[in-house]
C-alpha cells in the first residue's frame, strides 16, 4: 500500500500518519493569561531541541474556526509557561485537560488535580507531577496548512528552571522510569506508558560524546 497524502485520501479507514511517528512524548503545558485565566492543556507534538542550553519546542493546530490555542496566546503574550510530566497516575487528569473549554474556563478547575505555582514567573503547574520544566518564550513559527485545523503554531522555548521530586529519582540519581511511569500518545484515541527501559551504550564511543548522549555540555 503506499498513497500521496497531498493528492490522496488514506486507503484504510483510520488515517495512519499520526500513528507512525511513535511514541510521542506529551507536553502537558501550563500557563496564564494576562487576565489571570490559568490553563492547563496536553499537546502531543513535543520535544526538547537541544540541552546547552535546555530548549524546547511544541507544535499547536488552530481550531477549526480558526481561532489560536490558548497555551500559544499565553506562552507569547506572558513569555512563559511550564511543562509538566504526565504520567500513568494522571492520565485522567491529562485527558480531561485536552477538553476545548471557554478561554475564561480553567482545566485546573476540572482535572482535580492540585495547583502549585513556578518560581520565576506566576504561572501555575500539577504538583503531583514529578517534573517540571520552567519555560521561558522565545519565538513562535507560523506555518499554514491545507486547513484551519492544519495551520500550526510552532513555540520555541528556553528551559530556565527545572524540577524534579526527589522521590523520582533512583540512588545513583536518575530518573526512575519505570517507576515514574510516563505517559505517551499514539495515533487514534490511543497512548501507551513506559514500564520497561533498556541500555545500549554506542560502541567505541569516546567520552565526549558519552557526555553528549547524557545531556551534558562538553
Known amino acids: 500500500m503506499r498513497y500521496d497524502p497531498a493528492t490522496e485520501k488514506s486507503p484504510l479507514p483510520f488515517s495512519p500518519f499520526k500513528s507512525c511517528t511513535v ?11 494576562p487576565d489571570g485565566v490559568e490553563n492547563l492543556a496536553p499537546y502531543s507534538q513535543w520535544q526538547n531541541l537541544t ?8 507544535s499547536a493546530n488552530q481550531y477549526p474556526d480558526g481561532r489560536r490555542k490558548d497555551t500559544v496566546l499565553n506562552a507569547e503574550q506572558t513569555g512563559w509557561f511550564v511543562w509538566n510530566m504526565a504520567t500513568w497516575d494522571l ?8 477538553m476545548a473549554l471557554p478561554a ?6 476540572r482535572c ?10 506566576p504561572v501555575p503547574l500539577v504538583a503531583e507531577s514529578p517534573v517540571h520544566f520552567e519555560c521561558r518564550y522565545l519565538s513562535t513559527h507560523r506555518m ?15 528551559v530556565e528552571r527545572i524540577h ?10 536518575r530518573l526512575d522510569i519505570p517507576r515514574i511511569k510516563p505517559i505517551a500518545r499514539m ?18 564511543a569516546g567520552e565526549a560524546a558519552a557526555y553528549g548522549l547524557a545531556g551534558q555540555p562538553t
Open 23 to 33: 511514541p510521542r512524548p506529551i507536553g502537558w503545558l501550563s500557563s496564564v493569561s
Open 51 to 58: 540541552f546547552d542550553p535546555p530548549m524546547v519546542m511544541f
Open 104 to 109: 475564561d474556563e480553567s482545566e485546573f478547575d
Open 112 to 121: 482535580g488535580v492540585t495547583k502549585a505555582y513556578a518560581e520565576l514567573a
Open 164 to 173: 524534579i521530586d526527589d522521590n523520582a529519582l533512583t540512588p545513583d540519581g
Open 187 to 204: 495515533g487514534y484515541f490511543d497512548y501507551t506508558v513506559v514500564t520497561d527501559t533498556f541500555e545500549m551504550q554506542v560502541p567505541e
Open 144 to 158: 499554514t496548512g491545507d486547513s484551519n485545523v492544519g495551520t500550526i503554531d510552532i513555540v520555541f522555548a528556553k
Open 91 to 98: 492520565r485522567e487528569a491529562v485527558n480531561i485537560s485536552a
